[in-house]
Nanobody, 126 residues
């Protein structure tokens, strides 16, 4: 069982930056692939970024490639999403997700993940 708690959301002007954090419980955190998803009002949950259990492989949605960076610190059971050059269309609730190993899929579908955090709101003003 893994519990995930996101933090770091808030209100920022367009062009600004935020860093989201996801704290995970459990002694086998390093064995989990981690992902970030977001959901805007009236829209489906969409993939943002993912990182493999081993760390070296990262994946990004086209809409955030070059602006967002996902990273993990297995010693601290933490996953981060650094978001730069934020745009109003980045406004959404951001969710952290985990899947054990995560080697069977692309890590880009929400159905691939077994554990989810409660979400943190990110609002980007124009």
């Amino acid at each position: 069982q893994v519990q995930l708690v996101e933090s770091g959301g808030g209100l920022v002007q367009a062009g600004g930056s935020l860093r989201l954090s996801c704290a995970a419980s459990g002694r086998t955190f390093s064995s989990y692939a981690m992902g970030w998803f977001r959901q805007a009002p009236g829209k489906e949950r969409e993939f943002v970024a993912a990182i493999s259990w081993s760390g070296p492989s990262t994946y990004y949605a086209d809409s955030v490639e070059g602006r967002f960076t996902i990273s993990r610190d297995n010693a601290k059971n933490m996953v981060y999403l650094q978001m730069n050059s934020l745009k109003p269309e980045d406004t959404a609730v951001y969710y952290c997700a985990a899947v054990y190993m995560g080697v069977a899929g692309t890590l880009q579908g929400p159905y691939e993940y077994d554990y989810w955090g409660q979400g943190t709101q990110v609002t980007v003003s124009s």
